[in-house]
């Protein structure tokens, strides 16, 4: 079976996106899709993104990580998938689409997609971390001298030695200014540092806010891969009206036997 895939990138997260509208890529074989994402074997790339026919919304995003496995919410993934169904024709500037935690609506203005995500309700403040679900589970820590952090080495530690097997991304962050942030992620499903994390980034916005460390409803963070911006306020019942803003592109096409 030949099947014709795009690479698109949002601040250094990588993804093989497909178009899945005739339903005729085999999603039950994991074994494929992680040696598709594997980098010196396949296609190489941070997950593997279907975009399938919804019957309420645009399109549905699919989402699996890189070792094969349907993955919670991917943010950089909701915002290229985004550029994708636009470069397909499906949408123009705006869009509803349906992912694995409900709804999402998005809008593309001169190349920068800003994607709504959930709200955030509850927020797990333990002695040096926070803990937030913003579509994905999120372990947030401060640290000094982050661009030698050892990422990988911690945050494997953090990710199975606190959180199990079902287990947590690990996002480290050094403040830059008032509102800005640096920030490196170890991504559950992925087991390595990635040059950027989308539903990382909104925890982190959100988790420095609500520590205090910025009183700001726009927050600027910058990864590995480039920069993001997450707005949102803060209303009684906690986190709402969240937007992750930043570019999303396509890299190459391409054709694959499997």
Known sequence: ?????????????????IDNRIGEFPIADNNLIAFLCARHLGIG????????????????????????????MCGNGGRCIVAFAQFLGIIEQKTEFNAVDGLHHATIDNGIISLQMQKVTEIMAKPNCLFLNTGSPHHVQMVSNLDTYKVVEEG???????????????????????????????????????????????????????????NSEEVNIFTIGGNLSVKFNKGPEGYENIRLDGPAKQVYKGIIEI
Request: proline fraction near 0%.
């Open 156 to 214: 494997a530690k953090l990710r199975y030695g606190i959180y199990g097997e079902g287990g947590s991304n690990i996002n480290f962050v050094e403040q830059v200014s008032h509102n800005d942030f640096s920030v490196r992620t170890y991504e559950r499903g992925v087991e390595n540092e990635t040059l950027s994390c989308g539903t990382g980034v909104t925890a982190v916005a959100l988790g420095m806010h609500y520590w205090g460390k910025t």
């Open 1 to 17: 079976m030949t099947v014709t895939f795009y690479k698109y990138q949002g601040t250094g997260n990588d993804f093989i996106m």
């Open 45 to 72: 790339a941070d997950g593997l993104i279907l975009l399938e026919n919804d019957i309420s919304t645009d399109f549905k995003m699919i989402y699996y990580n890189s070792d094969g496995n349907l993955g919670s």
